[in-house]
């Protein structure tokens, strides 16, 4: 590896971690769209702010268009509640309009804005190594991974000093604004955060992509964790992979770095909704076959049951006269058979069914479920009585 | 070349012709479905849909080596249902929510439609690809082909809409009574969300992919203020997404050829800002106006009592009583005092003295009926 190739990667890790901090929040707040609506709204701000400082990576610069993002929510918040368009509506005028105002600027080569386009959407991490950073004569880098590195530290000094405000106003705002946590400052806060580390990776991803490094690895972690702090963790870890491959893939296929940055993204994610272990499609798809069989299992119990003892009625107990009483394909009736034999709920002779002993139990507890008021979960009955089905 | 100038060659310019016509078309469809998108609530949903079409704009181009019109909308229009079934797949299969979904789905794609992009452009035949314009939209890429596959697509969607109004128009206020009624909630949805796709994709050439929902939801946002009727709202929304589209390719033509998109849309957004101040009922000076009105009308009410009470101290409830007791009456201001003589509700005589009239005293005793608001 070359250096420049060292230090791109450097960066893109930067900018990942730097994304997925504000993301995990933007995530569980429902809020991911409003990174769409600044990443785009900033475009402005940036343009005038290199009016002002002639450099994209100045201090000011950073801050001015970081006020266009928070101008952004605010403006979708006072739409909002003058209640003539709802939310999605208010982002969706918003964002567009700010966008539009920066692009025309550029385009019109307004104050020689040396930034295109192409750059604007794709951003330039490939060029970052060439603007140094040199003081007193001595070259510290780039000065663009000084910048990431200045955002990553605001982004974890906010996150750790504040994590208790920001977890409680993120999961219960009420009780957060009861406890005096000031959601609503907490709030401006968080967009304030996502402002400026928007801003901050524009200049290397390019102003849509930023979204693809806030929301997509939060969203995967989400898939993977109930608690905060992993999820915090895992989705720093899964930005970072995605960047570095991404980087790598880019330079294979000579295509735009930012873009295999999300698509890397794209199929981590993807991956994870397939396999990831309780919520992942596979997982579900199995949970509710099992869940199929065992409710089976019970109607076929319950379906004994009614038909022994006192209206003994050997015809409906046996294995040909499920298919017709409960409508199941022969296939289904002698599999669900075979598993609650193998559980020892019913016994079978010459193609009559009868309950064992255990599952006269299973039909009183079942019955007991189906007509308390309370409901209990279906599972301590599975737990007592089906354990063996997996 | 003014912008007056522009609008007359509009009719004898072959070029300005073709395109004043494709911008019209899209105008007019994206006005008309993106009332359906803003109703429904799915103002975002187009979006995601708009970014997520790259990737089926640059894989038709790929697949076929060809810029067939046709080809790239069913392209774009595969990779938009593509997106809408992966972001459904998401919200309906995990605990993500549909904000996340859209911007994963929106964001990935999107970055994948610029690796598919940026491979295009390294191709020996790249330059004539043009496929950038995509990204932003170019009105003067638009040939009389492309403008009759416009149009075809418009129409096929009118004709749609106009058979299923009904089903389309229940489904959008309240899906739960639809169902009960009978309609299949899910053949109409699918028609919806196909017609939705439809209209952002003829808009991709003029308006590009970035911008393209923009101009789905400012037309229907800002009829949605004039009226309260569905078919009002479907044609003005209409209008003023044609107003959108012709107006803002003309001043972009007249421009030194800016990107169409961030024009038309910045056109689409000044009529939104229009119609939210002006619209009468729901506009914001519709609405102060009102405000105002309601104000003085009570500030005058609770005058006319004050000054009825201090009357009724008295036996003969027509006694004169000096204008400087007024002053002390609560509510008392010069201009609701004002108001209330011009209206003819106390008199004042020349020696400084006032009394109620007996139309005052008929309306202050009206209001202050038990049952009434007011003192």
Request: with cysteine; proline share 2%.
């Given at each position: 590896?070359?250096?420049?190739?060292?230090?791109?990667?450097?960066?893109?890790?930067?900018?990942?971690?730097?994304?997925?901090?504000?993301?995990?929040?933007?995530?569980?707040?429902?809020?991911?769209?409003?990174?769409?609506?600044?990443?785009?709204?900033?475009?402005?701000?940036?343009?005038?702010?290199?009016?002002?400082?002639?450099?994209?990576?100045?201090?000011?610069?950073?801050?001015?268009?970081?006020?266009?993002?928070?101008?952004?929510?605010?403006?979708?918040?006072?739409?909002?509640?003058?209640?003539?368009?709802k939310e999605d509506a208010a982002i969706g005028l918003v964002f567009p309009a700010l966008f539009s105002i920066g692009v025309i600027m550029i385009s019109r080569n307004f104050a020689n804005v040396h930034i295109d386009t192409d750059a604007v959407l794709m951003g330039e991490i490939a060029f970052a190594p060439f603007d140094r950073m040199v003081i007193a004569g001595v070259d510290l880098g780039p000065q663009h991974a000084w910048v990431m590195f200045a955002i990553v530290v605001l982004n974890l000094v906010f996150t750790s000093v504040f994590f208790k405000e920001l977890k409680i106003s993120t999961f219960d705002a009420g009780l957060a604004a009861s406890l005096g946590f000031a959601p609503v400052a907490m709030n401006y806060a968080l967009m304030?955060?996502?402002?400026?580390?928007?801003?901050?990776?524009?200049?290397?991803?390019?102003?849509?992509?930023?979204?693809?490094?806030?929301?997509?690895?939060?969203?995967?972690?989400?898939?993977?964790?109930?608690?905060?702090?992993?999820?915090?963790?895992?989705?720093?870890?899964?930005?970072?992979?995605?960047?570095?491959?991404?980087?790598?893939?880019?330079?294979?296929?000579?295509?735009?770095?930012?873009?295999?940055?999300?698509?890397?993204?794209?199929?981590?994610?993807?991956?994870?909704?397939?396999?990831?272990?309780?919520?992942?499609?596979?997982?579900?798809?199995?949970?509710?076959?099992?869940?199929?069989?065992?409710?089976?299992?019970?109607?076929?119990?319950?379906?004994?049951?009614?038909?022994?003892?006192?209206?003994?009625?050997?015809?409906?107990?046996?294995?040909?006269?499920?298919?017709?009483?409960?409508?199941?394909?022969?296939?289904?009736?002698?599999?669900?058979?075979?598993?609650?034999?193998?559980?020892?709920?019913?016994?079978?002779?010459?193609?009559?069914?009868?309950?064992?002993?255990?599952?006269?139990?299973?039909?009183?507890?079942?019955?007991?479920?189906?007509?308390?008021?309370?409901?209990?979960?279906?599972?301590?009955?599975?737990?007592?009585?089906?354990?063996?089905?997996? | 070349?003014?912008?007056?100038?522009?609008?007359?060659?509009?009719?004898?310019?072959?070029?300005?012709?073709?395109?004043?016509?494709?911008?019209?078309?899209?105008?007019?469809?994206?006005?008309?479905?993106?009332?359906?998108?803003?109703?429904?609530?799915?103002?975002?949903?187009?979006?995601?849909?708009?970014?997520?079409?790259?990737?089926?704009?640059?894989?038709?181009?790929?697949?076929?080596?060809?810029?067939?019109?046709?080809?790239?909308?069913?392209?774009?229009?595969?990779?938009?249902?593509?997106?809408?079934?992966?972001?459904?797949?998401?919200?309906?299969?995990?605990?993500?929510?549909?904000?996340?979904?859209?911007?994963?789905?929106?964001?990935v794609f999107f970055g994948f439609g610029l690796v598919l992009l940026t491979f295009v452009q390294r191709m020996e035949n790249a330059n004539q690809s043009g496929l950038e314009t995509y990204l932003f939209g170019q009105a003067a890429t638009l040939l009389r082909e492309d403008v009759t596959a416009m149009g075809i697509i418009s129409v096929f969607a009118l004709v749609v809409i106009t058979l299923l109004w009904k089903e389309f128009k229940l489904m959008t206020f309240d899906e739960q009574f639809a169902r009960t009624l009978g309609f299949n909630q899910k053949y109409t949805d699918l028609a919806i969300n196909t017609l939705i796709v439809l209209s952002i994709v003829i808009g991709l050439q003029t308006v590009g992919v970035i911008l393209m929902s923009?101009?789905?939801?400012?037309?229907?946002?800002?009829?949605?203020?004039?009226?309260?009727?569905?078919?009002?709202?479907?044609?003005?929304?209409?209008?003023?997404?044609?107003?959108?589209?012709?107006?803002?390719?003309?001043?972009?033509?007249?421009?030194?050829?800016?990107?169409?998109?961030?024009?038309?849309?910045?056109?689409?957004?000044?009529?939104?800002?229009?119609?939210?101040?002006?619209?009468?009922?729901?506009?914001?000076?519709?609405?102060?106006?009102?405000?105002?009105?309601?104000?003085?009308?009570?500030?005058?009410?609770?005058?006319?009592?004050?000054?009825?009470?201090?009357?009724?101290?008295?036996?003969?409830?027509?006694?004169?009583?000096?204008?400087?007791?007024?002053?002390?009456?609560?509510?008392?201001?010069?201009?609701?005092?004002?108001?209330?003589?011009?209206?003819?509700?106390?008199?004042?005589?020349?020696?400084?003295?006032?009394?109620?009239?007996?139309?005052?005293?008929?309306?202050?005793?009206?209001?202050?009926?038990?049952?009434?608001?007011?003192?």
């Amino acid at each position: 590896m070359t250096m420049p190739q060292i230090e791109i990667q450097i960066i893109a890790s930067l900018v990942a971690i730097a994304c997925a901090i504000p993301g995990v929040f933007l995530v569980l707040r429902k809020m991911a769209m409003i990174s769409d609506a600044i990443s785009h709204a900033i475009l402005p701000g940036i343009v005038v702010g290199f009016l002002f400082t002639g450099s994209i990576n100045s201090p000011v610069l950073i801050l001015l268009a970081a006020a266009t993002g928070l101008l952004t929510v605010v403006l979708v918040e006072i739409i909002t509640s003058t209640r003539m368009v709802k939310e999605d509506a208010a982002i969706g005028l918003v964002f567009p309009a700010l966008f539009s105002i920066g692009v025309i600027m550029i385009s019109r080569n307004f104050a020689n804005v040396h930034i295109d386009t192409d750059a604007v959407l794709m951003g330039e991490i490939a060029f970052a190594p060439f603007d140094r950073m040199v003081i007193a004569g001595v070259d510290l880098g780039p000065q663009h991974a000084w910048v990431m590195f200045a955002i990553v530290v605001l982004n974890l000094v906010f996150t750790s000093v504040f994590f208790k405000e920001l977890k409680i106003s993120t999961f219960d705002a009420g009780l957060a604004a009861s406890l005096g946590f000031a959601p609503v400052a907490m709030n401006y806060a968080l967009m304030a955060s996502v402002s400026i580390t928007t801003v901050g990776a524009f200049d290397a991803v390019g102003a849509i992509l930023v979204v693809a490094l806030m929301i997509v690895p939060a969203s995967a972690a989400y898939l993977l964790t109930d608690d905060l702090k992993a999820m915090l963790m895992i989705s720093v870890g899964f930005g970072v992979f995605s960047a570095i491959s991404g980087y790598w893939a880019a330079r294979f296929l000579d295509v735009s770095i930012a873009g295999a940055m999300a698509t890397m993204s794209g199929i981590v994610f993807l991956v994870l909704f397939i396999v990831a272990p309780h919520r992942g499609l596979l997982s579900i798809m199995k949970r509710k076959k099992r869940q199929k069989t065992e409710f089976a299992q019970m109607t076929l119990a319950i379906h004994i049951h009614n038909h022994s003892g006192k209206n003994d009625d050997v015809e409906e107990r046996r294995i040909g006269h499920l298919a017709k009483h409960l409508s199941w394909t022969p296939d289904f009736g002698r599999e669900i058979v075979r598993q609650a034999l193998k559980h020892k709920l019913i016994r079978l002779e010459m193609d009559v069914i009868s309950l064992t002993g255990k599952g006269v139990k299973f039909v009183k507890a079942a019955n007991g479920l189906i007509t308390s008021k309370y409901h209990p979960e279906f599972e301590t009955l599975r737990k007592e009585f089906i354990i063996f089905a997996d | 070349m003014d912008q007056f100038e522009f609008f007359i060659r509009l009719f004898n310019d072959y070029t300005t012709q073709t395109i004043g016509m494709g911008t019209a078309f899209l105008g007019l469809m994206s006005g008309v479905l993106g009332v359906y998108a803003f109703l429904r609530k799915q103002s975002l949903l187009g979006d995601a849909v708009a970014h997520a079409s790259l990737p089926g704009i640059a894989l038709a181009f790929l697949l076929t080596g060809t810029k067939n019109t046709l080809l790239i909308f069913a392209g774009a229009a595969l990779a938009g249902w593509v997106a809408t079934f992966w972001i459904s797949g998401i919200i309906r299969n995990t605990r993500i929510k549909s904000d996340a979904a859209l911007a994963i789905v929106l964001a990935v794609f999107f970055g994948f439609g610029l690796v598919l992009l940026t491979f295009v452009q390294r191709m020996e035949n790249a330059n004539q690809s043009g496929l950038e314009t995509y990204l932003f939209g170019q009105a003067a890429t638009l040939l009389r082909e492309d403008v009759t596959a416009m149009g075809i697509i418009s129409v096929f969607a009118l004709v749609v809409i106009t058979l299923l109004w009904k089903e389309f128009k229940l489904m959008t206020f309240d899906e739960q009574f639809a169902r009960t009624l009978g309609f299949n909630q899910k053949y109409t949805d699918l028609a919806i969300n196909t017609l939705i796709v439809l209209s952002i994709v003829i808009g991709l050439q003029t308006v590009g992919v970035i911008l393209m929902s923009a101009l789905l939801i400012a037309p229907a946002a800002a009829a949605r203020q004039w009226t309260n009727r569905m078919s009002t709202m479907v044609l003005l929304s209409a209008v003023f997404g044609i107003l959108s589209g012709v107006v803002g390719t003309g001043i972009s033509s007249a421009g030194n050829n800016l990107s169409t998109g961030p024009v038309i849309v910045l056109v689409a957004v000044a009529i939104v800002v229009v119609s939210f101040v002006f619209a009468p009922g729901r506009g914001w000076l519709a609405r102060t106006i009102a405000k105002n009105q309601n104000r003085r009308s009570l500030a005058l009410n609770k005058l006319l009592e004050a000054l009825y009470q201090t009357c009724q101290n008295h036996r003969d409830i027509k006694h004169k009583h000096s204008i400087n007791i007024i002053k002390a009456v609560p509510g008392y201001n010069q201009k609701t005092l004002n108001s209330l003589y011009e209206k003819g509700l106390i008199e004042i005589t020349g020696d400084n003295q006032w009394c109620l009239t007996d139309q005052g005293i008929e309306i202050a005793r009206e209001s202050i009926k038990p049952g009434r608001s007011g003192s």
